[in-house]
């Protein structure tokens, strides 16, 4: 089946300092990656959209010069947090969609950031 | 604008019993819909995937079913186990609003021995 890497798992990192997270397609074309946010014991909210070679959309209230989304391959997407802070602390899930797949999406095992 | 809201939040049932999780949704023009389970502190594991053309889809003891005319949609788990405890997510992908997916507030099920 469809396969999603994520890396890290997990992340602690200082106050101020980037930390980036990158998902992986592993035996399917992701024309579509979608990152996710999870704070404890709530949903996944939506963070942005990002198609193969183009600018990510980003969800309304998500800062796009904090958190820099890139899809430069159809195989790979990267979220880097810059300038992290303790707030930034959550758990980041990615999704894929794309050719060869079955229109569903695959999720990434998801990151666990805490910023300290 | 699609929202997808699940009921109940949590639900506590003993081992071996059937049992119901609901999920609805407001905008009808759905393309797919999915359940996923998510265990503690892990990511998501994609049980079932309806698509707009389907009714309901069937995978060992889950079947989910679909009715976009009353933007329903329910999780059926058969003979329950505590294996099978776990929060459990639906989400919607809706044509008009790019391919996303949004997610229920999920129900946390948890199956006593």
């Known amino acids: 089946g469809a396969v999603v890497s994520q890396h890290p798992s997990w992340v602690i990192c200082k106050s101020g300092t980037s930390v980036k997270i990158e998902c992986r397609s592993l035996d399917f074309q992701a024309t579509t990656m979608f990152w996710y946010r999870q704070f404890p014991k709530q949903s996944l909210m939506l963070m942005a959209t990002s198609n193969e070679g183009s600018k990510a959309t980003y969800e309304q209230g998500v800062e796009k010069d904090k958190f820099l989304i890139n899809h430069a391959s159809l195989t790979l997407s990267t979220l880097t947090v810059t300038s992290a802070h303790p707030e930034d602390s959550s758990f980041y899930i990615c999704?894929?969609?794309?050719?060869?797949?079955?229109?569903?999406?695959?999720f990434g095992s998801g990151t666990r950031l805490t910023v300290v | 604008k699609q929202e997808v809201t699940q009921i109940p939040a949590a639900l506590s049932v003993p081992e071996g019993e059937n049992l119901v999780l609901n999920c609805s949704f407001t905008d009808s023009a759905i393309y797919n819909l999915q359940w996923f389970r998510q265990d503690p502190g892990k990511g998501l594991t994609s049980l079932l995937l309806i698509q707009s053309s389907q009714r309901e889809q069937t995978s060992g003891r889950l079947n989910a079913s679909l009715d976009k005319s009353s933007g329903r949609s329910t999780l059926y788990i058969a003979a329950s186990q505590p294996g099978d405890s776990a929060t459990y997510l639906c989400a919607g992908g809706a044509y008009n609003q790019g391919g996303k997916l949004i997610f229920g507030q999920g129900t946390e099920l948890s199956v006593k021995p």
């Open positions: 999704s894929a969609s794309g050719r060869g797949h079955d229109y569903g999406y695959t």
